[in-house]
């Protein structure tokens, strides 16, 4: 058992820090929105802080999943934020899908204090993190990966070092250029099917056990075909995701011309209104 803090209690958090206090650690919770950290505290236990900076005192591990660079920021070096009050010897570890460019910002003035920071952003969505089977992508030293990777093996299926700071947010970005096409290569075979008058569910059944097969397919495709798109990661936040892998691509002189056009197919799909449709409305762009 491990004392922990987990800052922010999202659609994501919510649930990891579920896992962490049903593992039996020690947990201290902060949320932006304290009725929401209040509520955690009600249903499971632990403790609720007033601050990051209050929230870290004392922690072996303190984990974040946050919004965005800037919410990032807020809850580490901010006035009240958690850096401030880490102890020699712990370890941060961020969830938040952000920039490698904060993630190595922050490893830095995290050493220069005398503790440890992993960059380790999540695949999965909410169910991932409701059942505790999250896939974590993890940028830092070794050491303190050796230390955390137990803790947060209570919501993860796989976790993985994969470099120094920032190469988990650079895995992120592969795993969201990858969805991205894949979704929409999706999207488009269920409206061709569609267009040619098929059975577009008995096909998706055979060609689901060939070289076709996805877990976008297995996972949506009936969603699709019913034209729901609340079941997952908004259209709003891959878009966050997408801005931060074209912005990674042109410092690194990558080129990435289907995640851009996917990109701008979900700007669509913002401006029809579905800002937090899951990322499965590429189809309903296709069908206006």
């Avoid at 990051?52 to 072996?60: E, H, I, M, S, T």
Wanted: charged content about 20%.
């Amino acid at each position: 058992m491990v004392k922990a803090a987990f800052i922010g209690l999202g659609v994501m958090g919510y649930p990891m820090a579920r896992h962490l206090k049903a593992k039996g650690h020690d947990v201290t919770v902060y949320n932006r929105t304290s009725a929401r950290a209040d509520k955690w505290v009600s249903e499971n236990g632990g403790t609720a802080a007033p601050t990051p900076r209050d929230a870290a005192k004392g922690q072996d591990i303190v984990f974040a999943c946050v919004g965005n660079d800037d919410d990032l920021a807020q809850v580490t070096i901010g006035p009240d934020g958690a850096f401030h009050a880490m102890q020699s010897g712990a370890v941060f570890v961020d969830h938040t899908t952000a920039s490698a460019t904060i993630a190595r910002n922050l490893s830095g003035a995290a050493r220069e204090k005398g503790f440890a920071f992993l960059d380790a952003p999540v695949s999965g969505g909410q169910a991932g993190a409701e059942n505790g089977q999250l896939t974590v992508m993890v940028g830092g030293e070794q050491a303190a990966f050796d230390r955390a990777e137990p803790v947060i093996q209570s919501f993860a299926r796989a976790c993985r070092l994969l470099g120094p700071a920032g190469a988990g947010q650079l895995a992120k970005m592969m795993n969201q250029i990858a969805i991205a096409g894949v979704v929409q290569g999706l999207a488009e075979a269920v409206h061709f099917g569609k267009s040619a008058r098929l059975d577009v569910a008995a096909v998706i059944d055979v060609i689901s056990k060939g070289a076709a097969q996805s877990w976008q397919m297995e996972n949506r495709h009936k969603t699709m075909l019913a034209g729901k798109y609340d079941f997952g990661f908004a259209v709003d936040w891959m878009r966050k995701d997408l801005g931060i892998v074209l912005a990674e691509a042109r410092a690194n002189g990558s080129t990435l011309p289907l995640t851009a056009l996917v990109d701008q197919f979900y700007a669509e799909v913002q401006a029809m209104g579905g800002k937090r449709w899951d990322t499965s409305s590429l189809l309903a762009r296709l069908e206006r």
